[in-house]
């Protein structure tokens, strides 16, 4: 059995909860689905946009659960079930209960947002953290008004290190979230073009993000990218805040932390910097320029959290692309091998001109060829056809060969394409998906990339379905 993550009525007292049936002694664990949800689980029954959680209430107590948070309005509906937790609202109860978590604990937190790279920014703290000390993080992007407190109320109360991804879609979102975490280091890794159809400018984005800063413990560190036009705009609004330190990263000659050089390979990275005064060099395991200068802001993090700054760079070498972005691997063609690159998870104008840069430093063999297939880049405003059709100009400086695309926006971009660069050229993702799968040959290096909501994820799946995997020692 798990290690106890709350006794029970602990967790009712931080819930503000009326319980019914037995109040479990512990629970071990958290969940809002019942798919991933195991026996001693805490089950929220929390209302999404598709679905009412209360509908699987029945199913996550058979399956185990020790409890479920379930709201007055349903409490009728399950008399006699099993153990449960009635709240007004259960979203609300599940904020209370990651409130009372964060409250308790005596651990370095660190709250990491920003346009692109927060999922892998704050995968690498993990990794470097958790060598120093044990460590919480989302096991994904859950960085939402629902993933933010989950995250919390699944954190251990004796964590050393606690890392927070925290997101948006849209106006007023960052600053609840970061009063939830309240973070001691707070990263704001870039400001880019997303959500442009929420914000009139990359400004106002900025400002958004800035909530981090807002709600940093009086005296924390801000950190700052100090490459981008909005760096000043940052560092003025982390100096209005109760921010006792503002640590700056990346090219710029004025950085705190800043990149002196780095090898850029096809698999890896080797990285010379200087870390407040100190001279480091690292190999980072993750391919990507934009990894390697986020890779600064982890370093940044972990001097201002007190933690040994050289395991931290050396575990840097440990760190790999996660599924969606940017894992790797190598599959079995007719005839041959091929690689495949899923970028699937998600698609904005950097990341996907990250991702464009990553497939052409990787090399070709025979007659092989650098082919990207790309989805529609979401909530970009007025400028999103622009946007796309902006990306002509990576695609062709770094050697791409076939461009296969889908979605209304990549058609801006298709069309404007050399006649040889074209690959195919489809409506949804769903009838782009046996012309990709036809066109595979060996040699070839292939990179799926494109917002969630233009379904790249299910094209990645079908090559990995269609074409096996060749052995990691083979």
């Not at 870390?275 to 980072?284: E, F, I, M």
Request: proline share 7%; aromatic share 4%.
């Amino acid at each position: 059995m798990s290690a106890p993550l709350w006794t029970g009525d602990k967790l009712i007292a931080a819930l503000g909860a009326k319980p019914e049936g037995a109040v479990p002694p512990v629970v071990t664990g958290a969940s809002i689905d019942t798919r991933t949800l195991e026996p001693g689980d805490i089950f929220f029954a929390i209302t999404g946009e598709a679905r009412n959680g209360h509908d699987f209430v029945r199913g996550a107590l058979e399956k185990g659960a020790a409890l479920a948070v379930i709201d007055e309005a349903h409490a009728g509906e399950f008399e006699g079930a099993g153990a449960l937790a009635v709240v007004p609202d259960v979203l609300k109860a599940m904020e209370h209960a990651g409130a009372a978590r964060r409250a308790a604990l005596k651990a370095g937190i660190v709250a990491v947002t920003g346009s692109v790279g927060k999922t892998g920014t704050k995968e690498a703290l993990r990794l470097v953290l958790s060598r120093q000390g044990k460590t919480h993080a989302p096991i994904a992007s859950y960085n939402n008004h629902w993933g933010v407190p989950l995250t919390l109320v699944r954190t251990p109360a004796d964590v050393a290190y606690g890392v927070y991804e925290i997101g948006m879609n849209s106006p007023g979102e960052i600053l609840p979230l970061a009063r939830m975490v309240r973070p001691q280091v707070s990263i704001i890794t870039t400001i880019a073009p997303v959500h442009l159809a929420a914000f009139a400018s990359l400004e106002g984005i900025a400002e958004e993000k800035a909530g981090v800063f807002w709600e940093l413990e009086k005296g924390g560190t801000a950190i700052i990218n100090a490459d981008i036009p909005q760096s000043e705009l940052l560092r003025d609004i982390a100096r209005s805040g109760p921010a006792g330190q503002i640590v700056t990263f990346g090219e710029s000659p004025d950085a705190d932390v800043r990149l002196i050089s780095c090898a850029l390979k096809a698999d890896m990275s080797t990285v010379e910097a200087r870390v407040l005064g100190q001279s480091v060099t690292y190999k980072l395991g993750s391919p990507g320029k934009h990894i390697v200068l986020n890779s600064l802001a982890v370093l940044a993090a972990v001097q201002a959290l007190g933690a040994d700054l050289a395991l931290a760079a050396l575990a840097l070498g440990d760190l790999k692309p996660p599924a969606g972005r940017g894992a790797r691997q190598t599959l079995q063609a007719p005839g041959g091998r091929f690689t495949l690159l899923d970028e699937s998870y998600n698609g904005n104008p950097a990341s996907m001109r990250a991702a464009i840069e990553n497939l052409g430093r990787l090399p070709v063999e025979g007659r092989g060829r650098r082919i990207a297939v790309l989805g529609d880049m979401l909530e970009l405003g007025p400028s999103g056809g622009e946007l796309h059709k902006g990306l002509a100009e990576p695609l062709a400086a770094n050697g791409i060969d076939k461009v296969f695309a889908c979605g209304p926006l990549m058609k801006e971009l298709y069309e404007s394409l050399p006649s040889a660069m074209r690959g195919a050229y489809a409506p949804a993702s769903g009838a782009l998906e046996p012309l990709v799968l036809d066109a595979i040959r060996t040699g070839d290096v292939v990179t799926v990339k494109g917002s969630l909501g233009s379904r790249m994820g299910p094209i990645v799946k079908a090559l990995l379905a269609r074409f096996p995997a060749v052995p990691a020692d083979d």
